[in-house]
């Protein structure tokens, strides 16, 4: 790690765009028609709707730091049609539920466009589409595997490239094919987060930050300043779930890191091509996600240390200096061009994985009680889904409408079963990584086609499949 990197101060997206200064918190015990706890996307995205829906609401959000601490201010800035858990819901609903899912997971990717557009809120998006590679025999057999499969989900306009292909959006060393889908968008998520939170503010939703919430009851959301009373309360926490009294073993808190170059010259650039500005991810088993930003640098993240023990989350965003040299070798792997960059600043932050890693909305209509989430690191687009089904399903609770397609989704009410508790959770977790890095290890130089032993055992243990 360079003695010139930044690392942490919760991510690069705030060192550029600036940490805000903290809304006022709570003042003492208040009322509300809807409690939302959590000031990310999925607390803002639901208020934006459901003010929105029903102008006269009195919708309080209470966030433990700012607006975009967690998550959707550290994110690789990925708006794409990816939901956790769709393959597991076509087998618990059947196929065409799962491709209404699919839908209207494509149709939200525009849905966030426009709204941004309409309210003003400048998130540098640019919708280039996404784009996924292989670059060994094994990757190339799962990249095959994975566009059929989304092809069968109802995504016709998704495309599979070869080499030449590839290489004429994105000069990535050693990739022999990818696949690349229009539904997706890169962005600024802290621009986003920002933009959504004023916007939210002005059309009447009280925001109070600074103001963690330590434990929540049918109609109460309790914090150290005093108790917010209301007939809905909705858990939109994320990876810091596992704070919340009574919630540690709910949703794992999954640690991802990230890097971000400095401005690159034309030079570079050249080399390179990505002028369509896709995001752009690969089919290791430890994954890769970056984009090229609107100021011209790579922001690059992956797994690091994975889990912290008992469910900890981090303060900061900061990350272990391996974790930053070992997404510096994926940079430059990839595109070796970049080897004498300057990598400006690295960071980290939490997202929230289910036992069985899928996403769900939830409203429970005898306590009032609601949560969404559950992302496993697609929550970019899937929050304002998330938002808009919490819309419909508080709409149908309260009697305001009826039923709606979005209520109907297969991953509404969705029940799942608690995590381990300690120090299994934390053993299975790093063995799981542990697996999924030495099967990449091994993929990659191998010349069989098939997936490694060990990721598919690795698979099973960790519910994937």
């Excluded at 600043?345 to 609601?370: F, I, K, Q, Y």
Aim: positive net charge; glycine residues 12%; proline residues 5%.
């Amino acid at each position: 790690m360079s003695t010139s990197t930044v690392n942490g101060g919760i991510s690069f997206w705030y060192a550029q765009d600036g940490t805000p200064v903290p809304r006022e918190p709570l003042p003492g015990d208040a009322t509300a028609d809807v409690c939302i706890v959590g000031g990310g996307y999925t607390g803002l995205w639901t208020a934006y709707y459901l003010k929105k829906a029903v102008p006269f609401l009195n919708i309080t959000v209470l966030e433990g730091k700012f607006c975009g601490y967690g998550a959707s201010g550290r994110n690789g800035g990925w708006l794409y049609n990816g939901i956790a858990g769709r393959e597991r819901y076509a087998r618990l609903h059947g196929h065409d539920a799962a491709v209404r899912l699919q839908q209207a997971m494509n149709d939200t990717v525009d849905e966030v466009v426009r709204v941004a557009a309409e309210e003003g809120i400048d998130a540098d998006i640019h919708q280039g589409g996404v784009l996924e590679v292989a670059r060994t025999p094994a990757q190339l057999t799962r990249l095959k595997a994975f566009h059929a499969v989304e092809i069968a989900f109802g995504e016709k306009d998704r495309v599979l490239l070869g080499a030449r292909e590839t290489a004429e959006r994105v000069r990535v060393t050693g990739a022999v094919a990818s696949t690349w889908t229009p539904h997706g968008a890169r962005l600024h998520p802290v621009k986003l987060v920002k933009g959504l939170a004023a916007v939210v503010e002005a059309l009447g939703v009280t925001i109070h930050e600074s103001t963690p919430v330590t434990e929540i009851k049918p109609k109460h959301a309790i914090t150290p300043y005093g108790t917010v009373r209301a007939p809905y309360i909705l858990r939109c926490t994320e990876g810091f779930t596992a704070n919340l009294k009574g919630q540690k073993r709910d949703w794992l808190p999954m640690n991802s890191s990230m890097i971000a170059t400095e401005p690159l010259p034309r030079s570079v650039w050249d080399t390179i091509g990505w002028d369509g500005h896709e995001t752009l991810g690969d089919m290791a088993h430890a994954y890769m996600y970056a984009q090229r930003t609107a100021d011209d640098r790579i922001a690059l993240g992956g797994r690091g240390v994975p889990y912290r023990f008992g469910s900890k989350t981090d303060n900061d965003g900061r990350t272990q200096p391996a974790t930053i040299e070992a997404l510096r070798e994926i940079l430059v792997r990839f595109f070796p061009t970049t080897a004498g960059v300057r990598i400006d600043h690295a960071w980290s932050g939490v997202l929230g994985v289910p036992r069985d890693w899928c996403a769900t909305v939830t409203l429970d209509r005898s306590t009032g009680l609601g949560w969404a989430g559950g992302y496993v690191g697609s929550g970019v687009a899937t929050t304002n889904l998330a938002a808009r089904t919490l819309r419909d399903l508080i709409q149908q609770d309260s009697g305001q409408a009826g039923g709606t397609e979005l209520t109907s989704l297969p991953w509404v009410n969705h029940k799942v079963r608690k995590w381990e508790p300690e120090p299994l959770r934390w053993l299975g977790v790093q063995g799981m990584h542990a697996a999924y890095r030495a099967a990449d290890r091994r993929e990659a130089g191998a010349r069989t086609a098939e997936t490694d032993r060990i990721a598919r055992v690795a698979d099973r243990i960790a519910g994937r499949h």
